[in-house]
């Protein structure tokens, strides 16, 4: 099974980083994490992605793009599709993650159709939601998320082929994780407002929580009630850190 909802799921997105002789230390992390009971999988960048699918097989580690384009092929320099990712033997994508967001403009976009064409090909998504510091300061960041998840996940979801993360964008990569309070209050209002979507009338996604996860503040965050994972990017490089994060579960 690629993927268990039931479990919690730690997930680590390299953005921009990572070389072919990084491949070492994802060995090195499949022989620390054989045998947990979790989802783990990496996002690598696009071009590592089928060495680190030919060096996870037969482990519990699974691979991810960190985007798609919402066609299958064509005329869109730079672009990767779904198919394209399912055929380098990805099992996972991230849609709409705030640095991808703030390419395209501020709306929510072809995020639906994005979400839509990974699940025709196969593939898990990783929805992401996330308010900026200004929605936030105006106390608009629950209607906010609210229109963002209405905006984003599409009639092909289920529980089983969507997870969503909440990542506040004032808390990516600045080290100012939110507070215990702030996750708590916003994954109940997730949990709440997905609780009315007709497609997860069987059950709700996993949440994940993404935002300066480290080693030190991973127990605690996945201690508070609907927080099924966390989303990694700065700690999930160096395998000994993702590891610690991994063993805090
Ligand atoms: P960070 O990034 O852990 O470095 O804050 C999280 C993310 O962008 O997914």
Not at 120 to 140: A, F, K, W
Not at 208 to 222: D, E, F, M, R, T
Request: with cysteine.
């Amino acid at each position: 099974m690629k993927f268990n909802p039931d479990l919690v799921t730690i997930a680590g997105n390299w953005k921009m980083n990572g070389h072919i002789d990084t491949s070492v230390d994802v060995e090195k992390l499949i022989n620390l994490i054989n045998g947990d009971d979790a989802n783990i999988i990496l996002f690598p960048p696009y071009t590592l992605i089928s060495q680190f699918v030919h060096i996870s097989k037969n482990s519990i580690l699974s691979i991810g793009g960190q985007d798609c384009h919402h066609k299958d092929s064509g005329a869109f320099t730079g672009s990767i599709s779904a198919p394209m990712l399912h055929d380098a033997g990805a099992d996972f994508v991230i849609i709409g993650h705030s640095e991808v967001r703030a390419l395209h403009g501020k709306g929510s976009g072809n995020i639906m159709n994005k979400t839509q064409s990974a699940h025709e090909n196969d593939l898990i998504t990783i929805i992401c939601v996330g308010e900026d510091r200004e929605v936030r300061l105006q106390g608009e960041h629950y209607n906010f998320i609210s229109k963002q998840l209405e905006d984003s996940v599409p009639r092909t979801s289920n529980r089983n082929n969507t997870i969503i993360a909440y990542e506040p964008i004032w808390a990516i990569g600045t080290g100012n994780t939110a507070t215990t309070a702030d996750i708590k209050e916003m994954h109940a209002h997730i949990n709440n407002t997905l609780q009315d979507f007709d497609m997860f009338k069987k059950g709700n996604p996993s949440i994940l929580y993404g935002g300066s996860v480290n080693p030190k503040n991973a127990g605690q965050i996945l201690s508070i009630n609907n927080v099924n994972g966390v989303l990694v990017g700065g700690s999930s490089l160096d395998h000994l850190q993702f590891n610690e994060i991994i063993k805090s579960k």
